[in-house]
């Protein structure tokens, strides 16, 4: 139950990270305390301690429902009244209407309909996915925040005013949350996801009325000035501006009675969408709201081709599937429309005319959606993939590197990047993530590694060759880089290094104020808007006193925070998402994200990159899927993320602390899955929900790594299973998809997707799983325990040591006694083509162990990626080691790509691997 609240002090429930969900938990609890107080009543049995209880848990909500237009003060009223009149069968009704109506989201539909209150039935539909013969039953609905110092008792005329301005042909429908401080304003930005717009007049006072200790802290760090020292003047530019770093997806509008025109023109305005000079054109004001809110609801791909599907269309081109007639007449395959439905066949076509643009050429609809993308994700440009982000991360690569190039870069990141290595003829230099061998995988690459790859190009005079960074971020396992950080020392070395990160797993980021943090976009933005500030010239200057010119052999520099020129640093960073993997988008729905200060010199390989790994025949429901996830994630991205963020912390907590799963089953923490050498927070669990959200921003920004919690690292190691056997296990028994494993563990994520429901689920087949263990230990008595344990030992012990990438053949560097070890990984890999070049040896064969003590030395043909744990750990042109060759013989996985055991480990024959020039190039 809620704590009671008394006045002057406000605090959340303590059941959830998500504010919004921690709210909608507090009125299910309403509804429940409700429910028993009627039956109480109904029976003759004392109620005391069930008013009590009921009155305390509205006291608790009062607060946060104040940021919310629904339920209200009017049904608040009416739920206090029944609770003094001790209507105990009134009371449960309301509540559980209003909780109804919460849960169901039927409260938008009755105020779209001019109604509003949970007097509406709540039907079961509210709850399914619509079908393709429902017409929508209602407009979209959204809340407006109104900062302003008028009387708070004048807020429910405010609202009628609002309500007064509707038209029946607006698009939209929406209600008024008035605030009246600064720090309010803060609070319902973070309390209410259905705000879409926010209105900020003059006058308003700074601190709230409430104390609000449960998110002090939070509001305390997001001011970036000293209010008593600030012109109350201010406080509206200033609001708008921290208000958009929490939530950048809001329009805010100012409306003032001082000097418009000058405050227009102040570069603080530039987070405003329009200024209006008080109350004279309120009607535009309502206007230029749904036009906002329009502008992002806005889909002009996805709206083009359903018009396109309701044209009686003659179709003489390729396709026969277009329009569905082959199917739909078929005697053999009309289960595939019916399956399917008409309206995938009618939005069928391989045309790029009649408004349906072309993926490769955009000039209409496709364009437009593509900026829209950009905008979205903070970007200068988007580009839609429609095969993946493998394909996206070779159109980057392709379009910057050219033969010769070196790229600094993780040897664990997808096969799609080394293959680009192979397909642009740059040379990888391979950097080691921090091992993590007890779970038989890899963490993140160190910023010292980085540094020190760069300073020893430098020292021996191929810094100029390094064109690239290329780093994952997050990691599948979910290391989240600190990419400003990165940017900004490498950059101190090289100041023209381009930058890709690879975030296929964290295109849902931007849509949190956390996880925004860690993104390359946010980080490009603040990166170069701090090498243009004149406080970061000061700074430059002094730390250029105390460094001087970065000599290499410098041993301070690898611990020193190095910080680029600003007169010669320039920021040029691409990310790739796979949206289809955390967004409403169709599976290989994939986006390529660019903030390149010097994309004008590159544009041209990039589009010959991107015309040469793009398809003439692009699935038209994979880039109308991309324009709908992007117009989703800006309207309801916020709520949504933050949901999957709580559901994660949730399962944490519960299989962590659960007296039985977690005898068997636990969640790793960010202390076992991050050194403490590289989290100077101190953060070290993610269990303790009491001020964790004031803790994680506190880490995710200053710590070199950080731990993405929707990303779970579930050991069952402990439980007697291989993460390949588990996974297999809750597949076929229990019907639990899971994505990657380990020797011991698997991985769980949460995404937008996912509801209490899948929570509870995990939660109890991990708690059935554990009885079955504990009931099999029982009955098999002491030789099963034995048995057991011998397995866990196994699993958990006798692990094998993880190999690092050795080096490449000297056939294939430019200078084998080079301190750097790059190498032409793409000779390496178009010598195996040629057969007679090539030999195969049995990984079991004493001919390995002989050669890797006398030579000749072994030299990988293939890349031999084992899943897991899902990286390369031969690439083309690499020495075999014995580390590597005890690693595989340890393994006891069957995918293993690149590698056959019939036939055993392809080799480059010991002939073929003269020094370079003595063979045929490709």
């Not at 209600?175 to 600064?182: A, H």
């Not at 012109?231 to 418009?260: F, Q």
């Not at 397909?423 to 038989?440: I, N, R, V």
């Not at 519960?654 to 068997?664: A, C, G, Q, W």
Request: net charge negative.
């Amino acid at each position: 139950m809620t704590d009671h609240i008394g006045s002057g002090s406000s605090q959340f429930p303590k059941q959830g990270f998500s504010i919004p969900d921690s709210r909608h938990d507090g009125w299910a609890q309403i509804a429940v305390v409700g429910r028993a107080w009627a039956a109480a009543a109904a029976r003759g049995e004392n109620t005391d301690h069930l008013v009590t209880e009921a009155g305390a848990a509205l006291t608790a909500l009062e607060p946060l429902d104040g940021f919310c237009a629904f339920p209200g003060p009017q049904l608040q009223r009416a739920l206090r009244d029944q609770l003094r009149e001790n209507d105990a069968t009134a009371f449960a009704h309301l509540a559980q209407r209003i909780n109804a109506a919460l849960s169901s989201g039927s409260f938008r539909y009755e105020a779209a309909s001019g109604e509003p209150g949970p007097e509406t039935e709540v039907q079961l539909a509210d709850y399914l996915p619509p079908s393709a013969e429902t017409e929508e039953r209602h407009r979209p609905y959204f809340e407006v925040l109104s900062v302003t110092a008028i009387d708070p008792a004048r807020y429910e005329q405010a609202r009628q005013e609002i309500r007064r301005l509707r038209r029946v042909d607006d698009p939209f429908v929406y209600e008024l949350v008035p605030v009246g401080s600064f720090e309010d304003a803060i609070v319902a930005v973070l309390v209410n996801p259905e705000l879409q717009a926010i209105v900020i007049g003059d006058g308003f006072g700074f601190h709230s009325q409430r104390e609000w200790p449960a998110l002090r802290e939070e509001l305390d760090r997001a001011v970036p000035f000293d209010p008593a020292a600030t012109d109350v003047r201010e406080y509206g530019l200033r609001l708008g501006r921290v208000l958009k770093a929490i939530r950048p997806e809001l329009d805010i509008y100012m409306l003032t009675e001082r000097g418009a025109e000058s405050l227009a023109g102040q570069p603080e305005a530039a987070w405003l969408r329009r200024i209006f000079y008080g109350i004279e054109e309120l009607m535009e004001l309502h206007l230029a709201i749904l036009d906002g809110v329009g502008e992002r609801y806005e889909t002009p791909y996805f709206s083009n081709l359903k018009h396109y599907s309701q044209k009686p269309i003659g179709t003489f081109h390729a396709l026969p599937v277009a329009r569905g007639k082959s199917i739909f007449r078929s005697h053999w395959i009309r289960d595939m429309g019916h399956f399917y439905g008409t309206n995938l066949f009618l939005a069928e076509s391989s045309a790029t005319t009649g408004g349906l643009d072309s993926l490769l050429e955009p000039t209409g609809t496709i364009k437009r959606a593509q900026e829209l993308a950009a905008r979205a994700f903070n970007a200068d440009r988007a580009y839609f993939v429609t095969n993946g982000t493998s394909t996206s991360n070779k159109i980057v690569l392709q379009a910057l590197l050219a033969p010769g190039d070196i790229v600094l870069i993780d040897r664990n990141c997808h096969k799609s990047h080394h293959y680009a290595m192979v397909l642009s003829g740059a040379q990888p230099l391979y950097l080691e993530a921090y091992p993590m061998t007890a779970y038989s995988m890899y963490g993140a690459v160190p910023l010292r590694s980085i540094k020190q790859a760069l300073l020893s190009l430098k020292a021996e005079g191929k810094l100029h060759r390094a064109k690239l960074v290329d780093l994952t971020n997050c990691t599948f396992d979910g290391h989240m880089y600190n990419p400003q950080r990165v940017m900004e020392e490498c950059l101190a070395i090289k100041p023209d290094l381009v930058f890709l990160w690879d975030e296929a797993w964290f295109g849902f980021a931007r849509f949190s104020p956390f996880h925004r943090l860690r993104t390359a976009m946010h980080a490009a933005e603040r990166l170069s808007a701090r090498l243009r500030s004149a406080d970061y010239r000061e700074e430059y200057r002094a730390f250029r006193a105390q460094a001087g010119e970065l000599d290499p052999a410098d041993p301070r520099l690898l611990d020193m925070r190095l910080l680029p020129d600003p007169e010669l640093a320039r920021v040029r960073v691409y990310a790739t998402q796979s949206t289809h993997k955390s967004m409403s988008a169709l599976r290989q729905g994939s986006m390529v994200l660019v903030r390149d200060e010097d994309f004008g010199v590159v544009h041209g390989a990039f589009e010959e990159a991107y015309f040469t790994h793009t398809s003439t025949s692009p699935n038209l429901q994979i880039i109308a899927s991309l324009d709908l996830a992007r117009r989703q994630m800006e309207l309801e991205g916020y709520e949504l993320v933050i949901r999957a963020t709580d559901l994660a912390l949730r399962i944490r907590r519960h299989v962590n602390t659960h007296p039985l799963i977690s005898r068997y089953f636990r969640v790793l923490t960010p202390a076992e899955m991050v050194p403490a050498e590289y989290r100077e927070s101190g953060l070290a669990d993610y269990g303790d929900v009491e001020g964790m959200r004031a803790r994680i921003l506190d880490a995710w920004r200053r710590d070199e790594f950080a731990l993405d919690p929707t990303r779970l690292t579930l050991v069952c190691g402990t439980a007697g299973y291989d993460g390949t056997a588990f996974k297999g296990l809750l597949a076929e028994r229990y019907d639990i998809q899971i994505n990657k494993t380990s020797r011991n563990s698997i991985l769980v994520q949460t995404n937008i997707n996912n509801t209490r429901s899948d929570v509870a689920h995990i939660i109890k087949v991990l708690a059935d799983i554990a009885r079955r263990i504990e009931e099999e230990l029982r009955q098999g008595g002491e030789a099963a325990r034995a048995e057991f344990a011998a397995r866990v030992k196994t699993l958990m012990e006798d692990v094998p040591d993880l190999p690092n990438f050795s080096r490449f053949h000297a056939g294939f560097r430019d200078d084998p006694k080079s301190a750097t070890a790059e190498g032409h990984m793409r000779e390496a890999f178009f010598t195996a083509y040629r057969p007679e070049d090539c030999e195969f040896v049995p990984l079991a064969a004493k001919e390995i162990d002989q050669r890797l003590k006398k030579g000749p030395e072994m030299v990988a043909a293939d890349f031999v990626i084992p899943y897991p744990p899902g990286f390369p750990i031969m690439v083309p042109g690499q020495v075999i080691t014995a580390d590597t060759i005890g690693f595989m013989r340890k393994l006891d996985v069957k995918e293993i790509h690149g590698y056959h055991a019939a036939q055993g480990l392809r080799l480059l024959k010991p002939a073929s691997l003269g020094g370079r020039g003595k063979r045929p190039r490709r």
